[in-house]
């Protein structure tokens, strides 16, 4: 075909044929805004050269019709930008108008940020048709506060494409940072944000940890790791993918024990931190190692997990810290190291303890002299199925399964018809020992009633009324626990057997008609009354069903509740004026940097339509649902919404945070 000069115009100049590669290619004349140019005849390549005089510019390449219009009809356009290396640095085949290409930013970002020099745009056809005309149009814009790109270079903290204040990002592009709204802005300074601004509680009223750490000091190799002697740990960073952080520290007691964790360094884990965490001795023989025993995707070694974590000799020890899959970066974690010499405080139970939480506390239920402070008391060998120990008057009572294959054997009475029972197996404590537990439960005529393999903590067993009915109104006699290994191959040093008979009504642990909770006590204070009348801000049961959603406690903007059992849901109640937004959080209890309880919420209108449902956008595992995140959540309709929560794995407790405005 006979191919035509298009016609230039305004800030357009005309290409200068032949331009089908670098040494060839149209510069881009002064004050112009781009190109006039046609692809023809059919196969024809054309290329630009532009200069970047500004370090950081942002770069914008569009082609259009002639002077800028819509794309030339029928035409497929294929862009690709190189350096001067003749590197490609972005393509595209039709992100633009109809079928013609655009790089810019937002799609394409390495044409941010980029460094001085010589930059060529080359256009073809990608139908491999001719195009008469067509504008090829480039701008740059400098880095400022307000173009959505944030420039660390020039001390911009955030940009959100505005310069307006109050909005999260203030008009110089700085986090607007408030010690307690439970962000840690680590941007702006903050270590830790525990949503309060007090202090002594692990994070200081200037959001700042109140932990002894140090900072890491790169390189830290294995020959050359960042010393902790002096420190309760390390603050540490994942950069760039690939990175192993090291850190030593000494035991100076033979026999101490160590407990390395990853996290916040508060009780939480940072999102999207996924740590894999090492142990050397002084020889750099490998001892142990983990990847998420500790909070969320967060690391811990403790003795009561890793056994080569304690009983150490003395010397110099070495920790490895990484990313799970080593292809990712960690903008920050801090790193816990605490070593215990032997004795009562150690985590390590040892000869004449009965337990041992790590401290020398009383009142938490292991005492200064690693004492339970329950109510229990000792098995006595031999008790097999004829000749039971009796456990009336107690909590419970302390056992072992020694040698493997043994059986032990515990009675209890009912004395008033129709209580219900609860008995698990755990290390007296809220854990669960190194122990596979089963327990069976027969009735006075020697029935067996119930069996639990693992309805506790871990691999330890619980038998309640929630779970298995059968254990509720029980008419009164003597009752036998028996308690084995799972496989009866293993030996337990020492386990826990707690039994606790609640006669009918409230406390009894089974929801009666007029009680809206029973959390099998009659105490005051802990969310549900002595009265089993559910306290502020606590779920009011049954909430199982959309019309029973507990509403707003007055006063309040949270909702606590728990998840019993796998199948159980809540619904909750709130109302929003026309054009309000909502933001709701979960967390743990109390800790809204916490999660240890997976569990996901959906957002419903009154009409019964899902409108945004939620897995683990918060804390952890935790769900998040805001107006940034979901669209759906903005600008709503006024009326009645509610709230679903669904357990995703196991059980648990949790909190609601509730923000309208």
């Known amino acids: ?38 692809l023809c005849p059919a196969g024809d390549i054309d290329v630009f050269k532009f200069e970047v005089t500004t370090a950081g510019l942002s770069l914008k390449l569009e082609i259009n019709g002639p002077g800028g219009t819509s794309c030339p009809s029928g035409a497929q356009t294929y ?44 256009v073809e056809s990608l ?78 009223d200037l959001c700042q940890l109140e932990a002894n750490l140090t900072q890491e000091v790169e390189p830290n190799t294995q020959a050359n790791p960042t010393s902790l002697v002096g420190f309760d740990g390390a603050f540490g960073a994942i950069n760039p993918e690939g990175d192993a952080d090291w850190f030593s520290f000494e035991v100076t007691v033979p026999g101490s024990s160590v407990v390395i964790s ?63 899959l080593n292809n990712d970066t960690i903008t920050s974690y801090v790193l816990l190291v605490n070593v215990g010499a032997p004795g009562c405080g150690d985590l390590v139970v040892q000869v004449g303890e009965q337990c041992d939480d790590g401290n020398n506390n009383t009142g938490d239920g292991c005492s200064d002299t690693c004492q339970f402070e329950a109510n229990y008391t000792t098995e006595t060998e031999p008790n097999p199925l004829a000749n039971p120990n009796s456990i009336n008057g107690f909590d419970g009572v302390i056992g072992a399964i020694n040698p493997a294959g043994e059986v032990d054997v515990f009675s209890f009475d009912i004395t008033v018809p129709g209580s219900s029972v609860v008995i698990e197996t755990s290390d007296g404590l809220n854990g669960c020992p190194a122990f596979d537990s089963v327990i069976k439960l027969y009735n006075p005529g020697g ?30 006699g003597t009752y036998k626990i028996e308690v084995s290994e799972f496989l009866n191959d293993e030996t337990s040093a020492l386990y826990v057997l707690k039994v606790k008979v609640n006669p009918p009504g409230c406390g009894d642990g089974l929801l009666n008609a007029g009680e809206q909770c029973d959390d099998g006590n009659t105490t005051a204070g802990d969310g549900c009354s002595d009265l089993c009348l559910a306290e502020a801000p606590w779920e009011v049961e049954p909430n199982d069903a959309q019309p029973n959603a507990t509403p707003l406690w007055p006063g309040f903007n949270t909702w606590q509740g728990v998840i019993p059992l796998s199948g159980d849901v809540d619904w909750f109640k709130f109302n929003v004026a026309a054009g309000q937004t909502v933001t709701i959080a979960g967390h743990n209890i109390n800790a809204p940097m916490a999660c240890s309880f997976d569990f996901k919420i959906s957002l419903w209108n009154g009409g019964g339509t899902e409108l945004i449902n939620d897995d683990d956008d918060g804390v952890g595992l935790c769900p998040l649902i805001n107006p940034m995140l979901d669209p759906q959540a903005g600008t709503l309709p006024a009326g009645a919404y509610y709230i679903l929560v669904e357990p995703v794995t196991g059980t648990g407790s949790y909190q609601l945070d509730l923000t309208v405005q």
């Open 1 to 38: 075909m006979t191919c035509t000069e298009p016609a230039a115009s305004a800030g357009y100049g005309l290409e200068a044929e032949s331009n089908a590669n670098i040494v060839t290619a149209t510069p881009l004349a002064a004050d112009d805004k781009g190109w006039t140019a046609s």
């Open 79 to 122: 862009l690709r930008l190189f350096d001067s290396n003749n590197v490609l640095i972005a393509e595209d085949s039709g992100g633009g108008i109809a079928g013609c290409s655009m790089i810019a930013p937002a799609t394409h970002p390495p044409v941010t940020s980029l460094a001085v020099g010589t930059y060529y745009a080359q």
């Open 127 to 204: 139908l491999f048709s001719s195009i008469n005309a067509y504008t090829l149009s480039v701008a740059g814009q400098a880095p400022a506060c307000g173009d959505g790109l944030v420039q660390t270079p020039a001390g911009e903290q955030c940009d959100d494409g505005n310069t307006a204040a109050g909005d999260g990002c203030d008009d110089m592009c700085l986090v607007e940072a408030v010690c307690g709204d439970g962000t840690a802005h680590a941007v702006a300074g903050e270590q830790c944000d525990d949503g309060n601004t007090a202090a002594g509680d692990g994070c200081s």
């Open 262 to 324: 990853t996290s916040d360094g508060l009780s939480g884990c940072p999102m999207g931190v996924d740590t894999v965490v090492y142990l050397y001795n002084s020889a750099n023989t490998l001892l142990a190692s983990d990847d998420e025993d500790g909070e969320g995707s967060c690391s811990l070694i403790a003795p009561g997990m890793d056994a080569a974590a304690s009983n150490l000799p003395a010397g110099t020890y070495k920790i490895k810290v990484e990313d799970y």
């Open 447 to 476: 029935m067996l009633l119930v069996t639990d393999d693992e309805g506790g903590v871990d691999s330890c067993s619980r038998i309640d009324p929630t779970a298995y009915p059968a254990v509720a109104n029980l008419p009164a």
